[in-house]
């Protein structure tokens, strides 16, 4: 069977968080339907406190730690990404910002990515549209149609007739990640860090006259 | 192997005692490190080029034209000059005119900046970066080499029949090194021109630096200039020592701490183990400095930061001895065991001129030959 890397970005932070709790269904769910589809997932769960002190460093310096530079390389390196972000203040945390900061603006492009948020209330569900969605747009992601908002009362609700239960909304978001994630071929995928741009002369366009 | 001091020039406050010297203070500690430099027997100092505070070196070929007058054998460098920003012909003239009057010990290190508004200050692009120094630079190159120069790019006003003045000294121009952290088009550049490339070495872990070493070395290889192992290699480095290990921590912690760039940040045991910044005895100096050929192939130029963060001057002049006396003779030691007879020797003016002359030489016995055997 062929295997799909599936990278989980999660910025909870209280241990134990919902926003991990959310990160761990929608993972579960994503590998489920990559199994329908005949593809393993091999799951990698980040969590972003555990690189904090890492990531503020590197805004500072410019470089990785080491320990940074491994979970950055995790997710880039993915063929699919999962996201999940408390909203903090109407938008997704300073942390996961902070962490979206310090990759390679480039080194998202074309990847499948599910986004997901939690909140104390339903009031924030939006965030993931006017704060989430343009963010993996900005960086040429492809975010699937569906979002995953996850309020506390979620936990513990069925369907309301307006939106369906949590699992139904996981399961679709899954569903719609996997389709993509078969596809995608980033993991396999070789980058000349030195490959210099199309048409690039030592000497400039007028040099050599 | 060349040892040497580069500074970017920062006005930093004493974060132990809360003095911050004037700039006119600033300037004169820089002029008297590079004398020390000489009387400790390195060989080269360099200087920034900035334009903006708390950095006050913004016109170096005034300042190393006063250390070349107070000095003997010291080569004069910039330690970046904005080959972006500047006008090419003004640097070929200013640094032609170094070349005269610091008899041939001058080169310089291209760069492109350390602050986005220097482009608009000069009314330039910052998006022009990359565009702007290879242009700036192959203009840079014919009017060194070339008496009368047509030209005509996208950046600046055309020339017919533009003559730089004064001509390089013994018509050779300064050896150039160009200084790059992340663009390979920058090292594809030094190894198109067979030119040095510098690496910067100080903020980065070393594997960072490495891939771009290497990837210039293949290239200069690959450009005709020689085996990828005669490539001209520079690296910084930064480095704070007292005889005992612990005191030189205790010293050094506030200054690290309070830094311009990297202070407030990581703690300076996660910076001294990720990067090159080695804080303790002289011999841990050599420890780690000596190791740098292993990772990087045998190089021509060591520099040292070693003036910045608020440390006085008097600290300064003592590092100084500290390096000159007990660092840099057992390193010049241990980069001269096994270094295989094909390395050259860090750029110098003589050097230069003896190369061209035997190239000249070699051109002119050719075609003799040619007309004897037929």
């Given at each position: 069977m062929?295997?799909r890397?599936i990278?989980?970005?999660?910025s909870?932070?209280?241990?134990p968080s919902?926003?991990?709790?959310?990160?761990d269904?929608?993972?579960?769910?994503?590998?489920?339907?990559?199994?329908?589809?005949g593809?393993?997932?091999?799951?990698?769960?980040?969590e972003?406190?555990?690189?904090?002190q890492?990531?503020v460093?590197?805004?500072?310096?410019g470089?990785?730690s080491?320990?940074?530079?491994?979970?950055?390389?995790?997710?880039?390196?993915a063929?699919a990404?999962?996201a999940?972000?408390?909203?903090?203040?109407?938008s997704?945390?300073?942390?996961f910002k902070?962490?979206?900061?310090?990759?390679?603006?480039q080194?998202l492009?074309?990847m499948?990515?599910?986004i997901g948020a939690?909140?104390?209330?339903?009031?924030?569900?939006l965030?993931?549209?006017?704060?989430?969605r343009?963010?993996?747009?900005?960086l040429?992601?492809?975010v699937v149609?569906?979002?995953v908002?996850a309020?506390?009362?979620?936990?513990?609700?069925?369907?309301?007739g307006?939106?369906t239960a949590l699992?139904?909304?996981?399961?679709r978001a899954a569903?719609?990640?996997?389709?993509?994630?078969v596809?995608?071929?980033?993991s396999?995928?070789?980058?000349?860090?030195?490959?210099?741009?199309?048409?690039?002369?030592?000497?400039?366009?007028?040099?050599?006259q | 192997?060349?040892?040497?001091?580069?500074?970017v020039?920062?006005v930093?406050t004493?974060p132990?005692?809360?003095?911050?010297?004037t700039?006119?203070?600033?300037?004169k500690?820089?002029l008297?490190?590079?004398?020390?430099?000489e009387?400790?027997?390195?060989?080269?100092?360099?200087?920034?080029?900035?334009?903006n505070?708390?950095?006050?070196?913004?016109s170096p070929t005034t300042?190393?034209?006063?250390?070349?007058a107070?000095?003997e054998?010291?080569?004069?460098?910039t330690?970046?000059?904005?080959i972006?920003t500047?006008?090419?012909?003004?640097i070929?003239e200013d640094y032609?005119?170094?070349?005269?009057?610091a008899?041939?010990?001058v080169?310089?290190?291209?760069g492109?900046?350390?602050?986005?508004?220097?482009y608009p200050?000069f009314?330039?692009d910052?998006?022009?970066?990359?565009p702007?120094?290879?242009?700036?630079?192959?203009?840079?190159?014919?009017?060194?080499?070339?008496?009368f120069?047509?030209?005509?790019?996208?950046f600046?006003?055309?020339?017919?029949g533009?003559?730089?003045?004064p001509?390089?000294?013994d018509?050779v121009?300064?050896f150039?090194w160009?200084?790059s952290?992340?663009s390979?088009?920058?090292?594809?550049?030094?190894?198109?021109y067979g030119?040095?490339?510098?690496?910067?070495?100080?903020?980065?872990?070393k594997?960072?630096y490495?891939?771009?070493?290497?990837?210039?070395?293949?290239r200069?290889?690959?450009?005709?200039?020689?085996k990828?192992?005669?490539?001209i290699?520079?690296?910084?480095?930064?480095?704070?020592?007292?005889?005992n290990?612990q005191?030189?921590v205790?010293?050094?912690?506030p200054y690290?701490?309070?830094?311009?760039?990297?202070?407030?940040?990581?703690?300076?045991?996660?910076f001294?183990?990720q990067?090159?910044?080695?804080?303790?005895?002289?011999?841990?100096?050599i420890d780690?400095?000596?190791?740098?050929?292993?990772?990087?192939?045998?190089?021509?130029?060591?520099?040292?930061?070693?003036?910045?963060?608020g440390?006085?001057?008097k600290?300064v002049?003592?590092?100084?001895d500290i390096?000159g006396?007990?660092v840099i003779?057992?390193?010049r030691?241990?980069f001269?065991?096994?270094r295989?007879?094909?390395?050259?020797?860090?750029?110098?003016?003589?050097?230069l001129?003896?190369?061209?002359d035997a190239?000249?030489a070699?051109?002119?016995?050719e075609?003799?030959?040619?007309?004897?055997s037929a």
């Open positions: 062929t295997t890397k990278a989980v970005i999660t909870g932070l209280s241990q919902s926003t991990r709790l959310l990160a269904r929608l993972a579960d769910a994503t590998a489920r339907q990559l199994e329908v589809l593809v393993d997932a091999e799951v990698t769960i980040l972003l406190r555990d690189t904090a890492d990531v460093n590197n805004l500072m310096t470089f990785p080491p320990k940074l530079e491994k979970a950055i390389e995790a997710v880039t390196g063929d990404l999962i999940v972000t408390p909203v903090f203040t109407t997704y945390s300073g942390l902070s962490f979206i900061d310090v990759l390679d603006p080194s492009t074309d499948p990515v599910l939690t909140g104390g209330s339903e009031r924030h569900s965030a993931l549209d006017y704060a989430m343009p963010l993996f747009t900005y040429h992601a492809v149609p569906t979002s908002y309020a506390s009362s979620d936990w513990g609700s069925t369907g309301d307006v939106a699992p139904d909304r996981i399961e569903r719609e990640l996997a389709k993509l994630a596809d995608s071929d980033r396999s995928r070789v980058v000349d860090p030195f490959a210099l741009p199309a048409g690039f002369s030592p000497v400039g366009g007028y040099g050599a | 192997m060349q040892f040497g001091i580069f500074t020039g920062d930093t004493d132990t005692n809360d003095v911050t010297p700039e006119h203070q600033r300037i500690n820089i008297t490190i590079a004398q020390k430099v009387e400790v027997g390195m060989e080269v100092f360099a200087l920034g080029e900035h334009h505070p708390p950095f006050v070196p913004s300042m190393l034209g006063y250390i070349a107070k000095t054998r010291l080569i004069l460098s330690a970046t000059t904005l972006t500047n006008d090419p012909v003004k070929a032609a005119m170094l070349q005269h009057v008899d041939g010990r080169d310089l290190m291209m492109r900046g350390n602050t986005g508004p220097v200050w009314g330039k910052i998006r022009d970066g990359i702007l120094a290879i242009e700036n630079y192959a203009l840079l190159q014919r009017l060194w080499r070339e008496d120069v047509n030209w005509e790019g996208k600046r006003t055309p020339l017919q533009f003559q730089s003045t001509r390089p000294l018509g121009a300064p150039v160009h200084g952290i992340r390979p088009e920058i090292a594809e550049q030094a190894a198109y030119d040095g490339f510098f690496a910067n070495n100080i903020f980065w872990p594997e960072h490495m891939k771009l070493i290497s990837y210039y070395r293949q200069f290889e690959h450009y005709g200039h020689g990828a192992s005669e490539a290699v520079g690296l910084g480095g930064q480095a704070f020592m007292a005889k290990s005191d030189a205790k010293q050094f912690r690290f701490d309070n830094a311009p760039v990297y202070g407030h940040g990581p703690t300076m045991e996660d001294t183990e990067t090159p910044l080695t804080v303790g005895s002289p011999q841990q100096v780690r400095y000596a190791s740098m050929r292993e990772y990087y192939g045998d190089y021509q130029r060591q520099l040292f930061l070693m003036d910045h963060a440390l006085p001057l600290t002049l003592e590092q100084l390096l006396e007990e003779p057992v390193l030691k241990e001269a065991k096994d295989p007879a094909n390395v050259p020797d860090g750029p110098t003016h003589e050097a001129v003896a190369k061209r190239a000249l070699a051109s002119v016995a075609p003799v030959e040619a007309e004897v």
